[in-house]
């Protein structure tokens, strides 16, 4: 019994290893998406002053149209006005010419306002982009570190799993049963129990049982946490 609970203990080992690697590992796919959404909110801010920048740009472009198409609407009118033979249509028409031409000039003034607010915005967009950069290579720079560890990582992983395959294959098959249905639970697994508390759950368990561990060096199950439970001195003892 002695040689069964020592070849799971050193399974257990493995997997406790295990176990702490992948816990070590944890935090660097949350490393790395804090540092995707920094990025991406870094875009955002670029994405942002260069939709600022082209709606700029679409007023702009609709006002100068608007302009052209009110100047070509004056040359008509103004080409008509000579036409007129009564007083009454004469007045109308200069009338609207000349709110035509102040429209086109209130028209122009915005255009250079918007044409000022362009160029603040282009400094706005080269700056983003160049903040954008720096953190690119910053970031990109740091994702490839965090990648490494996690192929690191991997990699002992996968070399521990070679040893678990050949510690596994040295437990007592009836015994490598129960530990493989506890460990899908929690480990550790085998745990000793000392002054009659299994330190899995740290609950007492009964005297007898106690005794029985203690005297035979065997391996029973905690009635509380259902892990297999042992006495220290059955793992440090010799094999008769």
């Known amino acids: 019994m002695q040689d069964k609970l020592k070849a799971l203990g050193e399974l257990q080992k493995v997997d406790l290893e295990i176990a702490a690697l992948r816990k070590s590992s944890e935090v660097f796919p949350r490393q790395m998406a804090e ?49 007129q033979r009564s007083t009454r249509e004469y007045a109308a028409l200069a009338r609207e010419i000349d709110i035509a031409r102040k429209a086109n000039a209130t028209m122009a003034e915005e255009v250079i306002e918007l044409s000022k607010q362009q160029a603040v915005a282009r400094e706005a967009v080269k700056t983003r982009e160049q903040e954008l950069a720096g ?8 994702l490839a570190e965090l990648r490494e560890k996690v192929a690191s990582f991997d990699g002992q992983v ?19 049963q129960r530990y493989e249905l506890v460990r899908k639970k929690k480990l550790p697994v085998l745990v000793f129990v000392q002054s009659g ?11 007898q049982l106690y005794n029985m561990l203690k005297v035979t060096l065997t391996m029973d199950i905690c009635p509380s946490c259902h892990r297999m439970i042992c006495a220290p001195e059955a793992l440090e003892a010799k094999a008769q």
């Open 35 to 83: 540092l995707e959404k920094e990025l991406a909110s870094v875009r955002g801010l670029v994405e942002a002053e260069r939709a600022r920048y082209t709606d700029l740009e679409r007023q702009k472009h609709t006002l100068e149209q608007n302009i052209v198409d009110e100047k070509d609407k004056v040359k008509k009118w103004e080409a008509r006005l000579a036409e």
């Open 158 to 176: 996968k070399a521990l799993d070679g040893q678990r395959k050949a510690a596994a294959g040295k437990v007592d098959g009836t015994m490598l």
């Open 197 to 207: 508390i299994c330190l899995g759950c740290n609950m007492n368990i009964p005297p």
């Open 135 to 142: 953190r690119q290579d910053q970031i990109g720079g740091r």
